[in-house]
């Protein structure tokens, strides 16, 4: 890998809401045949890396789509990866003259934005939705390109995960109030190294703390979750100050900057996660709103509300339960018909109301 895609990737990773993209391309995977497996992906730079890495060792291809340089779940929700991003690759990449078949195998997380239909009717090609992560294609591939379990379409939080987001929005802070802090000391001579010291580990205790400990907790909202860490936090900074470095000015600095990092962190810090529904994009949604800015973006807001299906045009397509990320539904056998079994996990991620074939899922 050369120093400049490196580079990209590093960016890819600590700024990635800036959009990191590489050319929509086709990538020829081991020694394919006619009968190999057609994969897809977006062209965001990291997940292209981390799905490369994924299914070295098979014979495929790989669909590079468009997508803004966003990742698959981002840019299917905001309207940087859609139907008509497979389509042009489908069409443009030389695909249709190195496979006998027509079937395409689609993330699961770009089902908010994808129409399988829509693909089918423009390009003649079949399109299913694979696994939610990139490690369990080889397993689905070798599985007759049926997903193994429910785990396979779950989106999970675990602690690696954490951690990545919390050095994402670390990394960016960090770069933001270094920039402040120094320019401000040119003019104010109290502003030394060892403050500067200081104020980097609060923005490590509350930021990474938070997200490696509070995404764990049932709470009604992420505010809370957020201000009883704050809290423990604040106690902690005052026996600190009190017992071993004795110090108004430091005591009030500290308290300051953890309180204001944490006001930023609560705005939506549910948001920052995979697992829960965004509460600043719900709030944003109820008062009209069509799109919400937080930190350094700005996102495209999909409906919010409670799911609801209309059970007598339901078809048991099993569609909601393919592509829902959060296991939602489950399929009632007696009836042939799906039910919602875990309403409270809907993250409105809108994935169920875009694939259902029967429209018979709403938000409301």
Known sequence: MSLKSKLKLFGA???????FSIEPDLRIIGNPNRDSPVLLTCNFNLTVNRVLKEIKDL???LLIAPSNGINVWCGACGEDFKTDSVISIIKTSGINELVSHRTLILPQLGAPGLEPTEIKKKTGWSAKFG???AKDIPAYVHNNFEKIDMNQSEVRFPISKRLEMANLYLFSLFILFSTFYWIASIFLPFLDLFL???????????????????????????KVKVWIYEVVILILILLFSLFLIYNIFFLIWNITLSILITLVMSEDFHGLTPTYKSELGEKSWKKGKDKMKFLFSEYKLQPYGIINIER????????????????????????NKVDIKYSEKCINCNACVKQCLAHCLTII
């Open 13 to 19: 990773y600590f700024f990635r809401w800036f959009g």
């Open 59 to 61: 014979d495929c291809y």
């Open 131 to 133: 696994p939610v992560y």
């Open 196 to 222: 500067y010291l200081d104020s980097i580990l609060i923005l490590i205790i509350v930021i990474n703390g938070s997200l490696l400990i509070l995404p764990s907790f049932k709470t009604k909202t992420g």
């Open 312 to 335: 007598e045009k339901c078809i048991g397509c099993k569609m909601c339960i393919e592509v829902c990320p959060r296991n939602v539904y489950f399929f009632n056998t007696r009836e």
